[in-house]
């Protein structure tokens, strides 16, 4: 075949195939920027957001969040940039509304795996409660209590932060909860439970709760904090020897809060003992 006959058919050809082949490079293309993570289109390009948190600051990092939250190619890449977005806004850059707001969105459309909405709600929680909306907070502890293995410390936060809100009837029955089963919780819980109570003016309740915290083998510091709530209870019950006597057994001397408890004690004893 001779020569033009044959560039004549490489050209046919050509124009048949050509745009397939342009096709297919630039497909080829993007694929390769895709995965080595030139665009804001894949988890690596949270990890950039990452060096540039150590790099440049939390204000850069959070511009590569916010772009992947953007434009992710999937729902998780999404979910994952908008939770790490909140964590800066949270605990970078001071702005808990801020957080709290990307934080609803995430959650609200349900494209986090179980794991990160569950932090998600943690850190929902705890910028809720820097906002002073300490009720908002509870129900989000609660919340994450009905998605994790161990409840006890979301319990354990919720019956605070209803402790906070004024709650007290709430507070009570969470750390009531954490008694069940015996653990270094249930005995703070114990201890919670009776200072609510004397708060309360339910003096026997009080004393019981600090008595059954002692009781649930607690540490030396839990220990002593259980006898002086027992022996504050025991104060205002007008059993002041028993009172002393907590106390001498609480420690032998050198804490502030159970010298001044000891000194006020031994003064309503002694005008006790002299009114006829």
Same mark, same amino acid.
């Given at each position: 075949?001779?020569?033009? !006959?044959?560039? =004549?058919t490489y050209v046919v050809r050509f124009s048949h195939q050509g745009p397939r082949a342009v096709i297919a490079a630039g497909a080829l293309g993007v694929c390769l920027l895709l995965g080595?993570?030139?665009? #804001?289109?894949?988890?690596?390009?949270?990890?950039?957001?990452?060096?540039?948190?150590?790099?440049?600051?939390?204000?850069?990092?959070?511009?590569?969040?916010?772009?992947?939250?953007?434009?992710?190619?999937?729902?998780?890449?999404?979910?994952?940039?908008?939770?790490?977005?909140?964590?800066?806004?949270?605990?970078?850059?001071?702005? #808990? !509304?801020?957080?709290?707001?990307?934080?609803?969105?995430?959650?609200?459309?349900?494209?986090?795996?179980?794991?990160?909405?569950?932090?998600?709600?943690?850190?929902?929680?705890?910028?809720?409660? *820097?906002?002073?909306?300490?009720?908002?907070? *509870?129900?989000?502890?609660?919340?994450?209590?009905?998605?994790?293995?161990?409840?006890?410390?979301?319990?354990? *936060?919720?019956?605070?932060?209803?402790?906070?809100?004024?709650?007290?009837?709430?507070?009570?029955?969470?750390?009531? *909860?954490?008694?069940?089963?015996?653990?270094?919780?249930? &005995?703070?819980?114990?201890?919670?439970?009776?200072?609510? !109570?004397?708060?309360?003016g339910r003096t026997d309740k009080g004393y019981d709760y600090y008595a059954a915290a002692l009781e649930a083998q607690p540490n030396l510091e839990q220990a002593r904090l259980a006898r002086l709530g027992m022996a504050l209870a025991l104060d205002d019950m007008g059993q002041f020897e028993q009172a002393l006597a907590e106390l001498d057994e609480a420690s032998a001397g050198g804490?502030?809060? %159970?010298? %001044? &408890? =000891?000194?006020?004690?031994?003064?309503?004893?002694?005008?006790?003992?002299?009114?006829?």
């Amino acid at each position: 075949m001779p020569a033009r !006959s044959r560039l =004549r058919t490489y050209v046919v050809r050509f124009s048949h195939q050509g745009p397939r082949a342009v096709i297919a490079a630039g497909a080829l293309g993007v694929c390769l920027l895709l995965g080595l993570g030139l665009g #804001p289109f894949t988890p690596l390009a949270l990890d950039r957001a990452e060096r540039a948190l150590l790099e440049d600051g939390p204000v850069s990092a959070l511009e590569g969040c916010e772009q992947v939250g953007r434009w992710g190619l999937l729902g998780s890449w999404r979910a994952r940039a908008d939770y790490r977005a909140a964590t800066l806004y949270a605990r970078q850059l001071d702005q #808990p !509304s801020q957080a709290v707001s990307r934080l609803r969105t995430l959650l609200q459309q349900g494209e986090a795996d179980p794991a990160l909405e569950a932090l998600a709600l943690q850190l929902l929680a705890e910028s809720l409660e *820097a906002r002073s909306k300490h009720r908002l907070a *509870a129900e989000r502890y609660e919340q994450l209590t009905r998605q994790v293995e161990d409840p006890s410390p979301w319990l354990q *936060a919720a019956a605070r932060a209803w402790e906070r809100a004024g709650r007290l009837d709430r507070a009570l029955l969470r750390h009531a *909860a954490l008694t069940v089963h015996p653990s270094p919780r249930s &005995t703070q819980a114990y201890l919670a439970m009776g200072r609510i !109570s004397l708060g309360q003016g339910r003096t026997d309740k009080g004393y019981d709760y600090y008595a059954a915290a002692l009781e649930a083998q607690p540490n030396l510091e839990q220990a002593r904090l259980a006898r002086l709530g027992m022996a504050l209870a025991l104060d205002d019950m007008g059993q002041f020897e028993q009172a002393l006597a907590e106390l001498d057994e609480a420690s032998a001397g050198g804490d502030v809060a %159970i010298d %001044i &408890t =000891r000194d006020r004690l031994q003064r309503r004893a002694a005008e006790g003992q002299s009114t006829p």
